[in-house]
């Protein structure tokens, strides 16, 4: 996590795509669904509001049951999308929309 947060923090201005996926701790595992694994999203995204990110977000998995999986994602990386811009749930494009 701290060399994540120091990545984005070096390249700031110059960060315009990144994959958000997780990490499973018992095997190292990555691709796993964001909010299920050791990657501290809440720090990532705080850090991603501080510095103006406005790039995209690619769902980047490799999990068994593929739909429900990105749905999951979704909905939990909507929350820091959310928080990041100031808006609702009726004003936030649903996931897809892009």
Known sequence: NATVLSLVRGINGRLFSFHAHDVRERDWRDHRCPGS??????????????????????????????????????TYLSEFCQRSAGTTDAEQPSVGDA
């Open 37 to 74: 694994g050791v990657m501290n999203f809440p720090a990532l995204f705080a850090l991603l509001r501080d510095i103006g990110y406005v790039g995209l977000i690619e769902i980047e998995l490799e999990e068994p049951e593929m739909e429900a999986a990105v749905a999951a994602a979704g």
